[in-house]
């Protein structure tokens, strides 16, 4: 029987993809927009949390559903000056 040893130099394997989120035009529109402004590596994590989120919701939800899923992905993404 063969073993596949491990290799340190090769990176640990990604998470399986969550299934694809069927946007509206709208709610793809929001979503560009919340992710415009973010660094590259941070729109990832954005796309990611969001997809989580509705991914909770099951196979339909709202507009409503969708800022929702903005609003708290972006928590600790962007941060707000300071007055």
């Known amino acids: 029987m063969f073993?596949?040893?491990?290799?340190?130099?090769?990176?640990?394997?990604?998470p399986a993809p969550a299934r694809p989120v069927g946007l509206t035009?709208?709610?793809?529109?929001?979503?560009?927009v919340a992710a415009r402004p973010l660094a590259p590596t941070k729109r990832s994590v954005l796309l990611q949390r969001i997809a989580a989120k509705l991914d909770l919701n099951g196979p339909m939800f709202t507009d409503n559903d969708v800022a929702a899923a903005i609003k708290s992905g972006l928590v600790g993404l962007i941060h707000e000056p300071t007055a």
């Open 25 to 32: 035009d709208a709610q793809l529109r929001m979503v560009m």
């Open 3 to 14: 073993h596949r040893a491990h290799r340190p130099d090769r990176s640990p394997p990604r």
